[in-house]
């Protein structure tokens, strides 16, 4: 056989296997997300994120990754069943964000690896046995609830120095907001405030707490969001804060999209595009206990405007030029 004539029929070979190569089918990998709140469509900023954050990394959905979602709805009687049925469902992983949530999957899917998109207090929370060595079978990023509040009653007072009586709005259910609200509290009586927790664990409890507060003449309010009631009622949350003429801070930007006076938090969807990292290292074999939990590095200073003007409040430009972004 002639030189050349070989060398044609060697490519033809090595045409048709990277042919057969390339049709064969990639292998369908399959993570579960679970959330407390109901799942929206369009997904929300941070659940995009997380999808593209995956994209990236070449899992995509529809290919070669299927994501099983579970949600209850934002009723938390119904969070261990919605968990322990997505754990049956063969899923390799579960992602998932929030105190509750991933609590109740500790509890119910102990040996499932868990990445936590975003969560407070990992650590307080018991969830992990230290940052740098998570130990089980949950890892993934924190936004640093708790470490932020001092900062959170800071930005407040800068604004509202005449403020004396600070309301700390907590969701009892929920293990992050209670460490959060001891740190603000701390934080607060630090600055010459004097600090008061009003607690509540469902919809009705909310009205009564914030007209507990209301009746004790509170001067400003900071809110802790986790727990799904505050982020659910943040529109009505805020209008009360307006209408009582209180400085209002929380720690999720949305919120203060939705008319708090502040917010000061970690960039979330920044936080759940880097979620996928985490699956993407499970997946490729590595274990949750091997992965150190990582922190914020972008963060988040929201100021509305139009709640300042309607507190008949002039926010300085020296302190509008600190904003990431303000709401008109």
């Given at each position: 056989?002639?030189?050349?004539?070989?060398?044609?029929?060697?490519?033809?070979?090595?045409?048709?296997?990277?042919?057969?190569?390339?049709?064969?089918?990639?292998?369908?990998?399959?993570?579960?997300?679970?959330?407390?709140?109901?799942?929206?469509?369009?997904?929300?900023?941070?659940?995009?994120?997380?999808?593209?954050?995956?994209?990236?990394?070449?899992?995509?959905?529809?290919?070669?990754?299927?994501?099983?979602?579970?949600?209850?709805?934002?009723?938390?009687?119904?969070?261990?069943?919605?968990?322990?049925?997505?754990?049956?469902?063969?899923?390799?992983?579960?992602?998932?964000?929030?105190?509750?949530?991933?609590?109740?999957?500790?509890?119910?899917?102990?040996?499932?690896?868990?990445?936590?998109?975003?969560?407070?207090?990992?650590?307080?929370?018991?969830?992990?046995?230290?940052?740098?060595?998570?130990?089980?079978?949950?890892?993934?990023?924190?936004?640093?609830s708790s470490e932020l509040a001092a900062k959170r009653v800071q930005l407040l007072l800068e604004l509202s120095p005449?403020?004396?009586?600070?309301?700390?709005?907590?969701?009892?259910?929920?293990?992050?907001?209670q460490l959060e609200s001891v740190a603000a509290g701390a934080a607060a009586t630090k600055l010459g405030l004097a600090?008061?927790?009003?607690?509540?664990?469902?919809?009705?409890?909310?009205?009564?707490?914030?007209?507990?507060?209301?009746?004790?003449?509170?001067?400003?309010?900071?809110?802790?969001?986790?727990?799904?009631?505050?982020?659910?009622?943040?529109?009505?949350?805020?209008?009360?804060?307006?209408?009582?003429?209180?400085?209002?801070?929380?720690?999720?930007?949305?919120?203060?999209?939705?008319?708090?006076?502040?917010?000061?938090?970690?960039?979330?969807?920044?936080?759940?595009?880097?979620?996928?990292?985490?699956?993407?290292?499970?997946?490729?074999?590595?274990?949750?206990?091997?992965?150190?939990?990582?922190?914020?590095?972008?963060?988040?200073?929201?100021?509305?405007?139009?709640?300042?003007?309607?507190?008949?409040?002039?926010?300085?430009?020296?302190?509008?030029?600190?904003?990431?972004?303000?709401?008109?």
């Amino acid at each position: 056989m002639r030189r050349r004539d070989w060398l044609r029929m060697l490519g033809l070979a090595l045409g048709a296997a990277g042919a057969r190569a390339v049709a064969q089918p990639q292998r369908l990998r399959r993570i579960g997300y679970l959330q407390l709140s109901s799942l929206t469509d369009p997904p929300s900023p941070e659940r995009q994120a997380f999808i593209d954050g995956l994209a990236e990394l070449g899992h995509v959905q529809g290919q070669n990754l299927e994501i099983v979602y579970g949600s209850a709805e934002g009723l938390t009687e119904f969070l261990d069943d919605v968990a322990s049925d997505l754990a049956k469902k063969d899923v390799e992983l579960i992602a998932s964000s929030g105190a509750i949530a991933l609590q109740t999957l500790q509890r119910v899917a102990p040996r499932m690896p868990v990445v936590m998109l975003a969560i407070g207090d990992p650590v307080g929370l018991r969830l992990v046995a230290s940052l740098a060595r998570p130990g089980g079978n949950l890892t993934g990023a924190s936004f640093n609830s708790s470490e932020l509040a001092a900062k959170r009653v800071q930005l407040l007072l800068e604004l509202s120095p005449g403020a004396r009586r600070l309301a700390i709005l907590v969701d009892a259910r929920n293990g992050n907001a209670q460490l959060e609200s001891v740190a603000a509290g701390a934080a607060a009586t630090k600055l010459g405030l004097a600090p008061t927790v009003f607690r509540f664990e469902d919809d009705a409890s909310l009205t009564r707490a914030l007209q507990r507060a209301a009746g004790q003449h509170m001067q400003a309010l900071y809110a802790t969001f986790e727990g799904n009631i505050v982020a659910r009622r943040r529109t009505e949350i805020a209008e009360f804060a307006r209408a009582m003429k209180w400085p209002s801070v929380v720690g999720f930007g949305a919120l203060a999209d939705a008319g708090f006076l502040l917010s000061y938090a970690a960039d979330f969807p920044a936080l759940f595009r880097r979620g996928a990292y985490f699956v993407d290292r499970i997946l490729a074999g590595a274990k949750p206990a091997q992965l150190p939990v990582e922190q914020p590095q972008r963060f988040e200073l929201v100021v509305n405007l139009s709640t300042a003007r309607a507190l008949g409040m002039t926010i300085p430009q020296s302190f509008l030029l600190r904003a990431d972004r303000v709401v008109e």
